[in-house]
């Protein structure tokens, strides 16, 4: 039979303190985490726009690459490209916080920040209305602000209403190719789940690829077997990329769009940023097909 020992004095007159602390509360820690982080890095520019709409850019320490706007976003220091991270380059920032988009990598780097101990949020992915109210809700309650985070997607939720509403009377859509990048006279093109697609969808288009999935080359007779009445390209996405005109191709002169000179050009992080811009862009590509119908953005 075993004879418990008689707890020394001093651990028993701990007890009292010991039995009040495990009566408290758990403490939350995402919400601590939320409270304490003064020192991010913010990695992908939806999440970038959206920490600078919430006001609190003072607490970022480094962006990455993709984050070009707000344009004096630019001021901070940059830990390169959201796919290709230094892990080193990361923690030589001292965050206390690394909230990434989806896709960051490469997986080593997130990996072995993960296992540095700072905390590392990656926010959901998605392009459809309800997933970007997620993404600037998740992004606002990982810095403590979740009463302004669910704001901001209120707004952005009650614009694209308002201009579903708009593009109702608009008319017949409009058959919309999107042109990712052109090489060798080859168009590499917005299929059915891409962020081109579902931009093309709430601007109040018809992507005319959706029936492929994701980003393919396509030989530019078959783009004019689409017949787009507008094609969309991009800017700020890599060198030469805003001269290259592909009604130069005849195939592509030859549909409906090359037909007309229906060519619209905008912002590669505006346009596929899905950030707190997004109701704004899909506004402004909206009016670009729709014109006279459908106002730009103020």
């Given at each position: 039979m075993s004879i418990r020992k008689p707890l020394h004095p001093a651990l028993r007159a701990l007890l009292p303190l010991a039995f009040a602390i495990a009566a408290l509360p758990a403490a939350s820690p995402a919400s601590a985490q939320a409270q304490e982080a003064r020192r991010i890095v913010a990695i992908g520019g939806a999440i970038t726009e959206t920490l600078?709409?919430?006001g609190v850019e003072d607490r970022i320490v480094a962006i990455d690459t993709t984050s070009?706007?707000?344009?004096?976003?630019?001021e901070k220091p940059n830990v390169g490209y959201m796919r290709a991270l230094s892990a080193e380059g990361v923690l030589s920032q001292s965050p206390d916080l690394v909230l990434m988009e989806a896709g960051a990598?490469?997986?080593?780097?997130?990996?072995?920040?993960?296992?540095?101990?700072?905390?590392?949020?990656?926010m959901p992915d998605?392009?459809?209305v309800e997933a970007i109210a997620q993404k600037l809700e998740a992004v606002a309650a990982a810095v403590g602000k979740p009463e302004a985070g669910k704001a901001l997607a209120e707004g952005v939720e009650g614009d694209l209403e308002r201009l579903e509403s708009e593009?109702?009377?608009?008319?017949?859509?409009?058959?919309?190719?999107f042109i990712l990048s052109l090489v060798d006279g080859r168009p590499m093109v917005a299929g059915s789940?891409?962020?081109?697609?579902?931009?093309?969808?709430?601007?109040?288009?018809?992507?005319?690829?959706?029936?492929?999935?994701?980003?393919?080359?396509?030989?530019?007779?078959?783009?004019?077997?689409?017949?787009?009445?507008?094609?969309?390209?991009?800017?700020?996405?890599?060198p030469n990329h805003a001269t290259v005109d592909p009604f130069a191709i005849p195939a592509l002169k030859a549909t409906?769009?090359?037909?007309a000179g229906a060519l619209v050009r905008m912002d590669a992080a505006y346009l596929l940023g899905f950030g707190p811009r997004t109701a704004d862009a899909a506004r402004d590509l909206a009016a670009r097909l729709y014109p006279g119908a459908i106002e730009p953005a103020e």
């Open positions: 600078y709409a919430l070009v706007f707000p344009p004096r976003a630019a990598g490469p997986p080593p780097a997130i990996q072995l920040l993960k296992s540095s101990g700072i905390a590392v949020e990656t998605g392009h459809g593009l109702a009377k608009a008319g017949p859509k409009k058959r919309v190719l789940d891409t962020a081109a697609d579902a931009m093309i969808a709430l601007a109040g288009g018809i992507n005319v690829f959706s029936a492929a999935n994701g980003y393919k080359t396509v030989s530019a007779e078959a783009a004019t077997e689409l017949a787009p009445d507008v094609v969309v390209m991009m800017t700020g996405a890599g409906p769009a090359g037909q």
